[in-house]
């Protein structure tokens, strides 16, 4: 059962318009969140998290939103650019007794093409 | 600084070998996760090493195993390899556990 879920395999955008990724989630367990994003050939690199005391945070172009209602976080990338093109994966975290479980569920990623 | 560095980059081996991948993490970092990417699975969790102990396993066959050296430098193994192990695996890796990991480039094995 995918605990971390991204519906779309797939998304183009225009270049200079806004990107936005969505990601839901099962476990209400899970209070932290990240986005990684992957170039082929390369590993997946951090872009940006938000803790579930949050509903959005930002860094530059990009923002993370969280829903903890609808258990639903969105990725919003504005204004796209051609090197957003990549794959994007959510992932989620949740605290187990007293520490963090290390094990990441990451989400099967959302292509994303920019058009110019 | 140096980043994740995983070695061997490609391998092809036959089924039923076994295989071995080997990640050195970015120095001074202890914690060592390993995470397999197939295009229908996305990526799922192997296994993650804090000071040469196993904390968290994922849910896969006893076949994979893996262990981490005093220098935090970790490896991967898998016996009796079987097609559908072809994949990418992808070692990370974290001062702390969580937050931002530091992924290294990987290792395509394409069991044949």
């Known amino acids: 059962d995918q605990q971390v879920k991204q519906n779309s395999p797939s998304l183009s955008v225009q270049e200079g318009r806004i990107s936005i990724l969505n990601c839901d989630y099962t476990?209400?367990?899970?209070?932290?969140f990240l986005w990684y994003k992957k170039y082929p050939a390369e590993g997946p690199t951090f872009l940006i998290s938000?803790?579930?005391?949050?509903d959005k945070n930002e860094d530059g172009r990009f923002t993370v939103f969280l829903n903890k209602s609808a258990k639903h976080l969105s990725l919003h990338i504005v204004p796209s650019q051609p090197g957003d093109s990549a794959v994007y994966f959510c992932?989620?975290?949740?605290?187990?007794?007293?520490?963090?479980?290390?094990?990441?569920?990451f989400g099967k990623g959302t292509r994303l093409h920019i058009l110019p | 600084k140096a980043g994740v560095t995983q070695t061997p980059r490609y391998l092809i081996k036959t089924r039923g070998q076994q295989v071995t991948l080997s990640c050195s993490p970015i120095?001074?970092?202890?914690?060592v996760s390993w995470y397999q990417q197939t295009p229908g699975q996305g990526l799922q969790f192997l296994f993650e090493?804090?000071?040469?102990?196993?904390?968290n396993k994922g849910n896969f066959p006893g076949r994979f195993s893996g262990r981490q050296f005093s220098n935090s430098r970790s490896e991967m193994n898998v016996s009796t390899l079987e097609l559908g192990d072809s994949a990418l695996y992808l070692c990370?890796?974290?001062?702390?556990?969580?937050?931002?990991?530091?992924f290294g480039s990987g290792t395509r094995l394409t069991v044949v």
């Open positions: 938000i803790s579930s005391i949050k």
């Open positions: 476990n209400s367990m899970f209070d932290y």
């Open positions: 120095s001074g970092h202890r914690s």
């Open positions: 992932a989620a975290s949740e605290v187990v007794g007293v520490d963090r479980d290390d094990k990441i569920i």
């Open positions: 090493y804090f000071s040469e102990t196993q904390r």
């Open positions: 990370a890796s974290s001062l702390i556990p969580v937050g931002g990991y530091t």
